[in-house]
């Protein structure tokens, strides 16, 4: 089944509608710009939650979700221990926490150790995820510099969810969803614009 | 039924286990945590092929026990963490407590005792250390041990020091201890009035008249549930018009338990014992 607008939106297609509850991306070094590019193509009312994942310097605390909210159209917040994780937010991780989604679908934060140099760590939150959504659970790897979220988007495949890399050549920074797609555990691999076209193809009503 | 749903139900039965063999009770830890550091022990530790494997082995070998549980509690902490907080103590807390003509402190979930030796720093610049008691409790003895210590790696001297300064600190942070040939020894007049004991959150009761609690980053490893628990232990422990200082991403906004308390700074996690009498 094949949505009437699949072509014209982009080449990398749509996702079906009501299949997906949940988005998890991951990105690091050049991921902020692919980040807005993705988000820039999503509109208020959208479907599901997206939950973000971003290396960032942990003194910015705070002002990773101010920018990107005054950049998209869908309200960005910093991810609060325990929170219910909401359709059509962006739920950014604070700097200095990992953080992973719980069964019931709440947000929840660990000062845990960093995961191979990185907290908040992209595996982490992925493999968390993968847990809770298992098939219908998207996962993004975005531009970056080191290959944190590799594992985490091959856990997200195991348990039958949809993987989706930045094509390498299209990033900043390509180490990143090069790692990602170096697991064969990635189904798409995508322009920003085209990520962003596909995930846009869920935001209709479930109706 | 699917495969994290099978897995959810191992983790429930291996929980249980802990509970009932040795009354430690992690049923109530924030799941999504606490199944994280399981997988990790399975895949690197315990030659186990399932989490089910393990329940066994938990119930009849107690060295496999305590294996597994080091891995849950998570004593990851800085001098000065979240200096902002320290400088808002100072402002907001401090007038108050000099009020008091002695001084209680708890810090629970201590760890290693960064956090109670920077209040000890802090109190001594206010000139209240000499009428303090401050407790430091936690439920994982390695790290009570290191806190008594008070030796740290010298490589966290610099982050320390930086802390120190942004936490609004008046003296020369190398005050405080002396350097060791890899690491520094915190000054033996800060531990003066600290004293470390045991105490578990999810089983323990109760702990006298308190002024000031500290308890940063440990509720986040709790579930709603126990998180309710704990804020009502920390309300009955706390005297009418005293503090509590959470982690800066944590709030009792999701549970119950904020009943007892008012909002005093909300970055910086301060809430206020509500006195006698005030409408819930
Ligand atoms: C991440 S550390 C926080 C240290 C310090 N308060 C800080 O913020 O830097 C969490 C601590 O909570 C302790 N903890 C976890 N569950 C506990 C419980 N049920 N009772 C007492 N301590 C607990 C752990 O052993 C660990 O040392």
């Known amino acids: 089944m094949r949505q009437p607008t699949a072509e014209s939106e982009s080449a990398g297609g749509v996702a079906p509608r009501g299949r997906y509850r949940a988005i998890v991306i991951g990105g690091s070094a050049g991921g902020m710009k692919a980040l807005l590019t993705v988000l820039s193509r999503l509109h208020e009312g959208f479907q599901s939650p997206i939950i973000v994942v971003l ?15 005054e950049r998209c159209g869908l309200p960005v917040k910093e991810a609060l221990d325990k929170e219910p994780a909401q359709a059509g937010v962006v739920y950014v991780a604070p700097p200095g926490y990992h953080l992973l989604v719980e069964r019931e679908e709440t947000l929840a934060l660990s000062a845990d150790e960093p995961v191979r140099f990185a907290r908040p760590s992209i595996d982490v939150l992925f493999e968390s995820a993968a847990h809770v959504w298992s098939w219908r659970l998207i996962g993004v790897i975005l531009s970056g510099a080191n290959s944190d979220g590799a594992y985490g988007i091959s856990q997200i495949r195991k348990f039958g969810g949809l993987t989706i890399a930045q094509d390498p050549t299209t990033a900043e920074y390509p180490v990143m969803p090069q790692s990602a797609v170096d697991t064969a555990s990635v189904a798409k691999i995508l322009s920003p614009e085209e990520i962003g076209g596909f995930l846009g193809g869920m935001n209709c009503s479930t109706k | 039924m699917n495969n994290a749903d099978i897995e959810n139900i191992e983790i429930s039965l291996l929980l249980e286990a802990i509970y009932e ?46 294996r597994l549980i080091n891995n849950f509690s998570i004593p990851v902490t800085e001098m000065f963490r979240d200096p902002l907080v320290y400088r808002s103590i100072r402002q907001k807390i401090v007038p108050l407590l000099k009020t008091y003509p002695f001084v209680r402190i708890w810090h629970a979930g201590c760890a290693t005792g960064e956090e109670v030796y920077s209040m000890a720093i802090l109190l001594k610049e206010e000139g209240l250390y000499d009428r303090a008691t401050i407790f430091a409790t936690d439920f994982n003895d390695v790290a009570l041990s290191k806190a008594k210590e008070g030796i740290y790696a010298v490589d966290s001297i610099k982050q320390f020091t930086g802390n120190y300064q ?10 405080y201890y002396h350097a060791r040939y890899d690491s520094i020894a915190i000054q033996h007049s800060l531990k003066r009035n600290i004293t470390f004991a ?11 008249e308190m002024h000031l609690i500290m308890c940063r980053n440990v509720l986040i490893y709790l579930d709603s549930a126990l998180q309710s628990r704990v804020a009502n232990l920390f309300g009955e422990s706390l005297t009418y018009g005293g503090f509590l200082c959470l982690g800066t991403k944590e709030t009792l906004d999701f549970t119950d338990g904020g009943k007892h ?12 014992k509500k006195a006698a009498g005030f409408a819930p």
């Open chain 2, 198 to 208: 045991n105490h578990n959150l999810a089983t323990d009761g109760v702990f006298g």
């Open chain 2, 21 to 66: 063999r040795y009354g430690h009770d992690f049923r109530h830890y924030a799941r999504a945590s606490i199944s994280r550091r399981i997988r990790q022990f399975l895949n690197n530790a315990s030659g186990c092929a399932s989490i089910s494997e393990m329940i066994p082995k938990v119930l009849h070998d107690e060295s496999f026990f305590e």
């Open chain 2, 166 to 175: 942004q936490s609004g600190g008046s003296a020369s942070f190398s005050e």
């Open chain 1, 55 to 69: 290396h960032v310097h942990p003194t910015e605390s705070g002002y990773l979700a101010e920018h990107l909210g």
């Open chain 2, 261 to 272: 308390f008012k909002v005093i700074d909300e970055p910086a996690r301060i809430y206020q």
